[in-house]
């Protein structure tokens, strides 16, 4: 890759993150002009903070599915593992599993007695 290429993709990346924090806002309901700027300051800081340096993004399938655990878990009433496989295009046996899985980290809507 040349030097004129890595500079495009360096802007691309920038530009993308700028863009997208701003429409995120915007659809958070904050006003598009404020969004605009915010989504600036954070492509500005990456550039700052990160600029020259060599960095390599994670695709964090890992949070992800973390997240996406978390989720199905919230939507377990106890007898809908069915309507969740579905749900989720994943079978009755993942939910299960997912559900035992984020039991086994502490039930995270059990409050604590201490």
């Not at 691309?12 to 002009?33: C, F, K, N, S, Y």
């Not at 973390?66 to 007898?79: C, K, P, Q, V």
């Not at 079978?91 to 007695?113: C, E, F, H, W």
């Amino acid at each position: 890759m040349s030097r004129n290429e890595m500079e495009i993709r360096r802007h691309e990346l920038l530009e993308g993150v700028h863009l997208h924090a701003r429409q995120t806002l915007i659809d958070m309901g904050i006003d598009p002009e404020l969004a605009d700027q915010a989504g600036c300051a954070i492509s500005e800081m990456l550039a700052s903070d990160w600029g020259g340096q060599l960095v390599n993004i994670p695709k964090d399938h890992h949070y992800r599915v973390a997240s996406r655990d978390l989720s199905i878990y919230e939507e377990f009433t106890g007898t809908n593992h069915d309507v969740l496989a579905r749900k989720h295009n994943m079978t009755v046996r993942a939910i299960y599993k997912i559900v035992k899985r984020v039991r086994a980290m502490g039930d995270p809507n059990q409050t604590s007695l201490f």
